[in-house]
């Protein structure tokens, strides 16, 4: 694992929580984008080398739409960047983590991504991030 590339936080409404992170981070989102696949709309925010996703569902079975019904908004998950999302795949597998997608999937930002299961990371739903080339 490279760094902390995003953290995620699930939110109700992406226009008001982007008018709320602007004036907290004190810049606009650089990128909005809508991942289908995922049932959400994204945006981000350029906080120092790392980022800020904010992600509202767009159908009410989105897992997104299910985590705010569950827990409210909030932070969603953490994402790491890595260097090959495969290899890490296989590595965390192999220490006993329970990887939610094996095979790794088109994400938001031009990135190929997995997510680990919370019930083997305490209770933090981990996302890996590879650009994709």
Known sequence: MKKIEHIGI???DLETSNLIFEKLLGV??????EVKSEGVTTSFFNVGPNKIELLAATNPDSPIAKFIAKKGEGIHHVAFEVEDIVLEI???KKEGFVILNETPKKGADNKLVAFLHPKSTNS???ELCQEIR
């Open 10 to 12: 699930a939110v109700n």
């Open 90 to 92: 296989a590595r965390l």
């Open 124 to 126: 933090v739903l981990i």
């Open 28 to 33: 606009p989102a650089y990128k909005f984008e």
